[in-house]
């Protein structure tokens, strides 16, 4: 399919009328096609002449969403993009406020088909509007947007990003404020929990998420992800044991670099000896941690592990890391440079006896 390509011959919007219309009006046949796409073009450039833009973007958004399924996603980015662009025409804000209304409502109407499309497009709208009062209007569609379409996993990830994006925006010095983020902090937490595939982060550290530790009925929560982050599987195994009607309620149910036993491996995920080794190809395919398997000596000899947070003890392992390598770069290029000289000086000590 063809992709809607504006030209200096025809205004993009009018380009976008037209290409779908035609894609709306392709079924009917040519005949009623045909009238149906100069009716609409006709109508679009009225619109264009009496400044009416907010009627221009409606006749766009009612014949973008007839194609939403029959367009493909790069068509359709396009030409949302165009319609999102009309927020820039007119002088009242007041009317661009309307018209980012009327997008952002259009756009998460049926959230569970193509979510991922959907918040991008809400993202480019964001991005172009000036008013606070607007962008927060849209900033919220997106919020429940990400929130709706969480089922998908294509747009699970865009809907923690999300919540995490917004859980930034809120700092610890108006208790109110930051007590109204408190349903998605605690949504953010069992998403990251759940996640299959995240397995650090900096969670601890939002004040929209450090609230949780002192409130009563969320405090198990902020427990759980601390203990996620920075404990181990025995703090697990005692917090299941004391919570268990909590992580039913949520459908809940890093070693040190080095060489590690198989039976540390065992011991600390409660498995059996045959278990040990998948577990271990588990890890380095979730790309935790590099390592080696030494089945002789059952032991693994890890060379990275992922931390799950990354505080000032890790930074500093990191610069002690980084000064080792240093020295040792330094002493290669010295032994490099020592050998250089020697040849060089064989080399001529030969020339001169050849001469």
Known sequence: MTTVVPTSEEDPALSVVRFTAELSWAD?????????????????????IQNRWLDLASLMLTSADVIISKASEKDLECVYTVICNLVKKPESLD?????????????????????????????????????PYSQFFVYMKALNLAIAGKDSKSSAKDSFDFLVKYLETFSGD?????????????????????????????????????QLEKDPKYAPVYQLLKIFLTQRLD?????????SDFLTSYDL????????????????????????????????????????????????????CT??????????????????????IANVISTIQANKITEDGTQAVQGLTIR
């Open 95 to 131: 009317q661009v406020h309307e018209m980012a209304e009327l997008i952002a409502t259009k756009v998460t109407q049926q959230p569970n088909d193509k979510p991922a499309l959907r918040l991008k497009i809400l993202f480019n709208l964001y991005n172009l509007l000036e008013n």
């Open 28 to 48: 009917a046949g040519p005949e009623v096609a045909e009238g149906q796409v100069s009716r609409l073009c006709v109508e679009a450039g009225e619109c264009m």
């Open 253 to 304: 149910g890093s070693n040190e670099s080095g060489q590690i036993p198989y039976s540390l491996i065992k011991e600390t995920l409660q498995i059996e000896d045959s278990e040990v080794e998948p577990w271990i190809v588990k890890a380095i395919t979730a790309k935790l941690i590099d390592c080696r398997i030494d089945q002789i000596n059952q032991v693994v000899i890890v060379s990275r």
């Open 307 to 328: 931390e799950r947070v990354f505080g000032v003890h890790e930074w500093q392992f990191l610069r002690s890391k980084l000064a080792t390598w240093r020295g040792n």
């Open 235 to 243: 703090a697990y195994l005692d917090f299941h044991s004391a919570n």
């Open 174 to 210: 108006d208790a109110l404020t930051v007590a109204e983020a408190k349903e998605e902090a605690v949504h953010a937490v069992i998403e990251f929990v759940k996640a299959p595939d995240m397995f650090q982060g900096d969670l601890l550290d939002m004040p929209a998420i450090a």
